[in-house]
């Protein structure tokens, strides 16, 4: 990649009345670079992608496209092309018409304009419904119509504002699989938004989570799914849930569950702090038989999920416990209600300030 | 990505000006017809608080609220509330009767009652006033049909508009004519979009028909006919098309309601300060009925966007 | 509501025939009697089987009558004229002014037009006389009475409004998303407003623009006040009929006829886009 990045956020902070919706907001994007910004509803994504589209103006900082500032310019002046999640796709005209937008405000001709829809209508697969208006539509063609608009135009800079949230389930697969790929081809610099992990860590070069306004780590899927930065991100980031107690490491193991667990070498400084310590359901090994290091639990029930099964258990001092396995493992489990030795993998603990919610 | 701590950006220009202005001007006109509308009301207020007669010139001049006390101690003035208030009541609570039953009788949307529901609209596109000369040929003594037909039933020599015994009920009647299609409509709107649900069950518990009418319909209907009621009662008050078409406010004082009089006040006898501070007082009387018409018609509003929607 | 009993029939059926002859029954009738020469029409018992004439609308439309005591000119056609411009023009105007007002109210939050429509909505309900008298006085200083400029502009005061209040709700209900989706495109806010904003708020348009015509044909009590006979429209003309002498009786309800065959074909032509309208938005059609 060369040096200047194509989108730049600098200090970008956004008020509404008293609410702030951001605040000191940074972040630099690369041509070519898929970077998604996941985070809970509210907090201020959508807010984001309008700065950046141009629809509304920030309060503070600077976005620069290809080294210039936006401040200032309306949207029709800026080099930047959306996907709604709602599609916004115009009800009166036809799909070809959609998609013919941008480069007919570009002033193209007729015939131009013509090849370059039926080519990225070709590349989306709905070069059969081109003359279709959007009411016709199913709703995976009208997603793909919202992309192919954003796309025709080759924009430097492409919004995707979760285009997969009104999509089946089965088609958002397909679609996850494809996108990356599809965008690969226009060089864009994408910022992708979602409330998805999966979505965000299967798409994403880099992942930045906003939380209540603010970047609360930036960095690659593995990075802030392994080193979260705080509870929040933890908690977020994982299915099921992370697992989490308060509790007070000595050293060498912890308290928990009624028992003693065993802690890696690394987690000798925390000695004699309150943490709330986490552990990810598939760090959890699950057997009918005690092992070294392991803790007794009921197993209460069996969900099967995809192709692992989480397994509920019940700590001897009434803590639940999350744990998932491969699904035919599970089935040695039957439906519940035995007791169970579940080991909790030393090394792959995570501490986090019970005050704060920062990562120790 | 490290911040730029510290450092205050000065805030470029958000938007360029042309955008900002961009919404006043488009609401130019508007804020024109606005300043066409304050303007006479604020002189209106202005006369209110005068002796001024256009006769008399030489007598103009500032009275504060005496034009106010003299009007509350006027026997002409009670006389217009009087005949007001019988009108409005009248008007309004026959409209109501008649606009439900009409409703009830087409509320299911067959081909005939969409038909009928719409024929049954065109008093309403009459203007007022020339519905007042239809009813006035019609209720002539000579060769009105209507006193023809009174005629048939042992009514001879009925005054109709003529007689100030029953004047107020002619007028009264051309406005039922003329205003209870809009109650229908809306009463119909209304009744079409009740949920299904409470009616089938009434239906498949037995319920007796009095019972759902009293006890479901109208409860839930009951939005619907608080608004049109309260609509209809701030223009029933201010009417004035169709009594100075048919009556000029007479004969004698009969039809004098708060504009026919006010009207004859000024170009009659010139009055402009008396008739100014009746005005007044019809307009702090239409204020208080006006706003809770418009709080109930906002609530009536969301929820038919929110069932739209 | 399956309740259907053959006597409840029955009487629904005859409750309905009576409403619909008291309401529409009144409209037949002027329309026979501007058919009739005013014999038939003083013949004592009335009949509804009669020889139709022509002449009532023949005198109006070509403004002469011929009567015993000389020739009457006639100024009805006038009168119809005046009404035909004052109508179309008045809307034609208000669309023009009001529907890029609305446009900003909806889309743009700001305290001058909250203000406005604050305003125009409380003197909706206002006595027309408060705000009129005094403006009789202003036009004669300014000699604006019985001028096509002063009457097309206080007809404003009737359309205006209305167009405001129904249209501002049709914007508000396109997808601000939409528009946006356009900006981005690359479209100027012109562009957006006309072939966005302005095609997918056609109906509610159209609605206002034909209610706004049948509140301005209707209209009695401006044009009583501010003009003369030269501008009257047919509401105040049709009135003036009564009172010339020599008028016959069949002519005054041809002129009735003529008032009104307007409102009523419009009203049949777009009775759905009457019935939102009318409500105010209080109900879907």
């Known amino acids: 990649m060369t040096g200047a990045a194509r989108l730049v956020l600098d200090g970008v902070a956004k008020r509404y009345g008293r609410a702030v919706v951001l605040d000191d907001v940074s972040l630099e994007v690369e041509s070519g670079e898929i970077v998604v910004v996941c985070g809970p509803s509210g907090g201020g994504k959508t807010v984001l992608l309008r700065l950046i589209a141009g629809t509304e103006q920030p309060d503070q900082g600077d976005i620069r496209i290809d080294g210039k500032s936006m401040l200032g310019l309306g949207a029709e002046q800026r080099d930047v092309g959306m996907a709604f999640q709602n599609f916004a796709l115009y009800p009166h005209l036809t799909a070809y018409q959609n998609i013919a937008s941008p480069l007919e405000a570009r002033g193209l001709a007729t015939a131009e304009i013509k090849q370059r829809v039926d080519k990225v209508a070709a590349l989306l697969r709905i070069g059969h419904v081109l003359g279709h208006t959007p009411r016709e539509l199913s709703n995976g063609q009208k997603q793909r119509t919202s992309l192919a608009r954003a796309l025709v135009r080759g924009p430097g800079t492409l919004l995707l504002d979760d285009p997969l949230r009104n999509v089946d389930a089965k088609l958002r697969y397909e679609m996850r699989l494809e996108l990356p790929r599809l965008l690969a081809s226009f060089g864009s610099a994408v910022i992708y938004v979602t409330q998805d992990y999966r979505e965000a860590m299967a798409l994403g070069r880099r992942i930045a989570v906003l939380r209540q306004g603010r970047f609360e780590q930036v960095g690659a899927p593995e990075t802030v799914y392994g080193e979260p930065a705080n509870l929040e991100i933890a908690r977020l980031f994982g299915d099921p849930t992370i697992n989490l107690y308060p509790c007070r490491p000595d050293g060498e193991a912890v308290e928990l569950l009624g028992e003693r667990v065993p802690l890696a070498p690394g987690m000798a400084q925390l000695a004699g702090r309150e943490v709330m310590l986490g552990i990810r359901a598939e760090d959890i090994e699950v057997a009918t038989e005690p092992m070294p290091g392991s803790v007794a639990a009921e197993l209460d029930a069996v969900t099967p999920l995809n192709v692992r099964a989480v397994l509920y258990l019940r700590s001897r001092d009434g803590k639940e416990l999350l744990a998932t396995v491969p699904e035919d493992d599970a089935l040695r489990f039957g439906r519940g209600h035995r007791p169970v030795w579940a080991k909790l993998a030393p090394d792959r603990f995570l501490a986090f300030d019970p005050a704060t919610g920062a990562r120790l | ?309 | ?285």
């Open chain 3, 1 to 285: 509501m399956g309740r259907s009993s053959l006597g409840g029939a029955v009487l629904r059926g005859m409750l309905l025939t009576l409403v619909v002859l008291f309401f529409l029954f009144p409209i037949l009738w002027v329309v026979l009697m501007s058919f009739q020469t005013n014999e038939t029409i003083l013949r004592i018992p009335p009949s509804l089987l009669f020889e139709p004439t022509l002449s009532n609308y023949t005198a109006l439309i070509s403004g002469k009558l011929v009567t015993n005591a000389g020739t009457l000119e006639l100024a009805f056609m006038n009168n119809l004229k005046n009404s035909v411009v004052l109508s179309t023009v008045s809307v034609a105007l208000a669309l023009l002014l009001g529907v890029p007002a609305a446009y900003a109210f909806a889309r743009f939050r700001f305290r001058l037009g909250e203000n406005i429509a604050f305003t125009l909505l409380s003197f909706r309900f206002a006595p027309p006389l408060l705000v009129l008298l005094p403006l009789s006085l202003y036009f004669r200083q300014l000699g604006l009475t019985d001028t096509w400029v002063g009457l097309i502009w206080v007809y404003q005061l009737i359309a205006l409004p209305l167009i405001l209040w129904i249209v501002r709700g049709y914007f508000e209900d396109i997808s601000p998303d939409i528009e946006h989706a356009y900006r981005i495109d690359g479209h100027g806010w012109w562009r957006t407003f006309t072939r966005i904003a302005l095609p997918l708020a056609r109906p509610g348009i159209a609605a206002a623009g034909l209610l706004a015509f049948i509140f301005c044909w209707n209209n009695f009590v401006f044009a009583l006040i501010l003009a003369s006979a030269d501008k009257q429209p047919v509401t105040v003309g049709a009135l003036a009929f009564v009172t010339a002498s020599g008028i016959q009786y069949g002519q005054i309800a041809a002129a009735v006829m003529l008032s009104i065959l307007p409102t009523l074909l419009l009203a049949l032509y777009a009775q759905r886009y009457l019935v939102e309208g009318l409500s105010l938005g209080a109900v879907k059609g």
């Open chain 2, 1 to 309: 990505m490290a911040t730029t701590a510290g450092i205050v950006f000065p805030t470029a220009p958000r938007q360029s000006f042309g955008r900002a202005a961009l919404p006043y001007l488009l609401s130019l006109p508007a804020l024109l017809v606005c300043i066409g509308i304050l303007v006479p009301f604020g002189t209106a207020v202005w006369y209110s608080l005068q002796r001024y007669n256009m006769n008399l010139p030489m007598m103009r001049g500032f009275v504060w609220f005496e034009q106010y006390t003299q009007l509350f101690q006027s026997s002409a003035f009670w006389n217009t509330v009087w005949v007001s208030l019988l009108y409005a009541v009248f008007t309004v609570g026959a409209e109501l009767l008649l606009g439900l039953g009409i409703a009830l009788l087409l509320r299911r949307s067959t081909w005939l009652n969409n038909m009928l529901s719409i024929a049954l609209l065109l008093p309403l596109m009459v203007a007022p006033a020339i519905a007042s000369l239809m009813w006035k040929l019609m209720t002539h003594p000579d060769f009105g049909i209507f006193s023809y037909l009174l005629s048939l039933v042992g009514i001879h020599d009925f005054r109709w508009a003529s007689a100030p015994s029953s004047a107020l009920f002619t007028v009264i009647l051309v406005d039922v004519w003329v205003y209870t299609p809009f109650i229908m409509i809306l009463l119909l709107a209304g009744l079409r979009s009740l949920p299904r649900q409470p009616f089938e069950a009434a239906e498949l518990d037995g319920v007796p028909a009095s019972f759902v009418f009293f006890r479901i319909t109208l409860p839930m209907l009951m939005p619907y006919i608080i608004t049109a009621a309260l609509f209809r009662m701030l223009d029933s008050i201010q009417q004035f098309d169709i009594v100075y078409a048919m009556t000029q406010g007479g004969p004698g004082n009969s039809t004098l309601l708060f504009q026919v009089q006010a009207y004859l006040d000024f170009f009659k006898n010139f009055n402009v300060g008396r008739s100014a501070a009746m005005l007044m007082v019809l307009w702090l009387i239409a204020n208080l009925i006006s706003t809770q018409f418009i709080k109930h018609w906002l609530r009536l509003r969301e929820r038919a966007r929110g069932g739209a929607a």
